[in-house]
């Protein structure tokens, strides 16, 4: 059909004085002569917006395999503070595959048709999918049995955990400190043993953070290598999606499983096919000998104002171990390292901001339109009822978009700059190496004035959010405990992250899986003596 710009439908709600309206929220005046055209021409935009609001969604079937039992968690099914979102049961593929046997949780921003999803907040009511992510799918199709979605931080916007509506979730080996975020009840429930798998998604270390606060292995895959469609976006340049698991060889199996583009999603359009690759298997193949593999300590990632230096010595300790395995081990520099934060905090900011605001645009995949319409249009009480870190990117990002015109795109080319930065380094070296968190997990907080409720997040992300920004895949594993700056009683995991150049995701599998499988990180760190989470003791 055609459009016919004027022929305006009866009932028609556009009225004189909104052409002004609209362009007066930016500062701008239309020419009196042309007010009556464009007043005809917003009419018709109008029909041919609710033309198109009246059209069927397209959205994938999910209907293969069936939900059970879904319900919100009950009180006596919360375990590790409130680690769970909601409880059902998906069974896999009945004839099994390389995930059979594994029970999964699913990060509370990753769409599970059927499950309402509850985003950590009640700034707006829970939206409820009608079609799963292609992760979910895909673990299933692998023969998983998904088991609930777990907690998500306050709309996704904290490596705390006790920013989300329903309450904090504890640490599996200290309650009241942190599990990290903003996968935070899935990295909790893994860590202690609960569940095999967590589905996470990352943008600055969403996975990476609350894997090494809770002593799992969280795995940021390198862009684009699995897609991310059906999971709430932070920035399409930045949004990653992987597993946390315990093992290593889990990690990879998963990413068996769900890598490879699916159709929808522009960000894995150069993916392997789905079901093609064989990282797991070629971890069973390999040796323990790391035999002429080089790695980096970056230095610009150790001992910087806010870490802690038993981590850093933590890691630096484990890394050296990689001797014992035939590798070189020594410090390199990247001192473009350092721009990191900067450049991810603008990036986050202005296109955060365009998320939360609905106007956001320019990306193929499944979109999660029910979403969009729970959460819009704000209004000071949903303002109020979100953490002051998502108020924050609001605030950050309007200012942004308006003060500095240009600043995003630039950070999108000095993002390149950092890539090209490190991929000169990895024609040198295989993996490099640095401490995932500045420091073991913080006790919790609470929710006061905007700064202090910010402030145990400050910094947690400063070696990982920059892989964010380059796309370089990115591991963190356990490699010890180290005693709380709070508590000197209490001892709490230490992760080290492993790094590697675009598509090199089978390098930072091969490293974490040869110092996984010949050291024990429960009887690594301060005291040196085993350990294990609270569930488990």
């Known amino acids: 059909m055609s459009v016919h710009f004027t022929s305006i439908s009866p009932g028609n709600p556009i009225k004189d ?3 002004q309206s609209l362009l007066a929220a930016i500062n701008v005046e239309p020419h009196p002569n042309d007010l009556d055209d464009f007043h005809t021409l917003l009419a018709a935009v109008h029909d041919c917006a609710e033309f198109v609001d009246k059209l069927p969604d397209y959205q994938p079937v999910s209907d293969r395999f069936p939900r059970h039992n879904v319900h919100r968690a009950l009180p006596e099914e919360q375990t590790l503070g409130h680690a769970w979102a909601h409880r059902f049961l998906i069974n896999g593929d009945a004839h099994g595959g390389t995930l059979a046997g594994k029970t999964v949780s699913v990060k509370d921003n990753i769409a599970v048709a059927g499950v309402p999803q509850l985003y ?41 955990s006790y920013t989300n509506a329903q309450g904090p979730v504890d640490n599996p080996y200290a309650a009241g400190y942190s599990a990290g975020g903003s996968t935070s009840g899935g990295a909790a429930l893994v860590g202690a043993g609960l569940v095999d798998i967590t589905l996470g998604a990352d943008q600055g270390g969403s996975i990476r953070v609350p894997a090494s606060l809770c002593g799992c292995v969280g795995l940021k895959p390198t862009h684009g290598l699995v897609p991310y469609s059906g999971i709430s976006s932070g920035d399409a340049l930045n949004d990653h999606a992987g597993p946390i698991t315990r093992s290593v060889y889990d990690a990879a199996l998963v990413l ?78 990247v001192p473009d390292h350092l721009l990191g934060p900067y450049i991810w905090t603008i990036q986050q900011r202005v296109a955060g901001c365009m998320n939360l605001l609905g106007t956001a645009h320019g990306r193929q995949g499944l979109q999660p339109t029910g979403l969009e319409v729970a959460r819009l249009p704000w209004t000071s009480d949903s303002f109020q009822k979100c953490f002051p870190s998502t108020q924050n990117v609001i605030i950050n990002g309007l200012y942004l978009s308006t003060r500095f015109p240009g600043l995003y795109y630039k950070t999108v080319n000095i993002a390149r700059r950092l890539r090209d930065s490190f991929e000169a380094v990895f024609a040198r070296y295989d993996v490099l190496i640095t401490p995932t968190t500045p420091t073991v997990a913080p006790p919790h907080s609470e929710r006061s004035t905007p700064l202090e409720s910010l402030r145990p997040s400050m910094g947690m992300t400063i070696n990982t959010a920059i892989f964010n920004i380059t796309g370089q895949p990115a591991i963190s594993i356990p490699v010890g405990f180290e005693r709380s700056s709070a508590d000197e009683a209490v001892r ?15 390098k930072v599998l091969r490293a974490a899986h040869a110092w996984e499988s010949n050291f024990d990180w429960r009887a ?14």
């Open 492 to 506: 709490l995991p230490v992760g080290m992250q492993i790094i590697s150049g675009l598509g090199k995701d089978e």
């Open 120 to 160: 950590g907040t009640d700034a707006f009511p829970p939206w409820t999918p009608t079609s799963d992510a292609t992760v979910v799918t895909r673990v299933l199709e692998s023969g998983a049995t998904i088991i609930g979605t777990s907690t998500c931080e306050n709309l996704c916007h904290s490596t705390s």
């Open 17 to 19: 004085g909104d052409v």
């Open 524 to 537: 690594e760190g301060s005291a040196g003596h085993e350990q294990g989470p609270l569930s488990l003791l």
């Open 256 to 333: 068996d499983a769900i890598c490879g583009y699916d159709g929808m999603d522009d960000r894995s359009l150069g993916a392997p096919m789905p079901g093609s690759t064989t990282f797991a298997a070629n971890l069973n193949t390999s040796t323990s000998s790391l035999q002429g593999f080089k790695i980096g300590l970056l230095v610009e990632g150790f001992d910087r104002p806010g870490m802690q230096g038993s981590v850093c010595k933590s890691i630096r300790e484990a890394a050296e171990r990689y001797r014992m395995l035939g590798a070189v081990v020594e410090d390199v520099s």
